[in-house]
């Protein structure tokens, strides 16, 4: 593991610069508010959720109630013997909805 990164300044600029950079990746681990700030600023390549067979109350919600809508394509899917549910999704812009037709 590397050395820790601190980015000051133009945030999302600094982002874009170390995700050009070759032979990384930069994960967020934990923070919604943070994904959610990644996601509006189209930042994200990929989304590995993980969903564990528990329940544990009322939570924050990962996606916010507001804003817009996004697609997302399924790349990956998988469970785990204790039942842990994998699932790995790429941003695929804007969704296209069905329209209702009058018969």
Known sequence: MGEPTVLSGDVAAAIRELKA???GELQVHGSGV?????????????????TYPLVLGQGTRLFPDTGPDM?????????????????????????????ATAD
């Open 34 to 50: 943070l994904v959610r700030w990644l996601l509006d600023d189209e930042l994200v390549d990929e989304i590995t959720l993980l």
């Open 21 to 23: 950079k070759a032979g």
């Open 71 to 99: 697609a997302l394509d399924r790349v990956d899917s998988r469970s785990t013997p204790s039942g842990v549910i994998i699932q790995v999704y790429r941003p695929a812009g804007r969704p296209q909805y069905a329209t």
